[in-house]
């Protein structure tokens, strides 16, 4: 059974950081895309960032750029998103993704594997 478990959500003031951390069993994403998505309240899931397996390059939502970073530890099957910066328009429950195909990154559809999601609020 394949799973994706976030971690490392939480409260933060604006400006501040935290490290989310998406761990997978089941299966190996290789060589396919993972990615992280978000949806706040009363919006649609909307695309945050994408790493592909061969390559440490990542690819960005245009409010995501300059302030998150995403990375993959391929040995330990996990990726994780480091947020700097935070604004509180980046709250919301931030879900991690795994694709068996190639697509287009930064379309939900791509993905046929989701966690459960993680909370991030970014206020004072």
């Known amino acids: 059974q394949v799973q994706l478990v976030e971690s490392g959500g939480g409260l933060v003031q604006p400006g501040g950081s935290l490290r989310l951390s998406c761990a997978a069993s089941g299966r190996t994403f290789s060589p396919y895309p993972m990615a992280w998505f978000r949806q706040a309240p009363g919006k649609e899931r909307e695309f945050v960032a994408a790493i592909r397996y061969t390559t440490p390059e990542a690819y960005y939502a245009d409010s995501a750029k300059g302030r998150f970073t995403m990375s993959r530890d391929n040995a330990k099957n996990t990726v994780y998103l480091q947020m700097d910066s935070l604004k509180p328009e980046d709250t919301a429950v931030y879900y991690c993704?795994?694709?068996?195909?190639?697509?287009?990154?930064?379309?939900?559809?791509?993905?046929?594997?989701w966690g459960q999601g993680t909370q991030v609020t970014v206020s004072s």
């Open positions: 993704a795994g694709a068996r195909q190639f697509g287009l990154v930064s379309v939900a559809r791509t993905y046929d594997y």
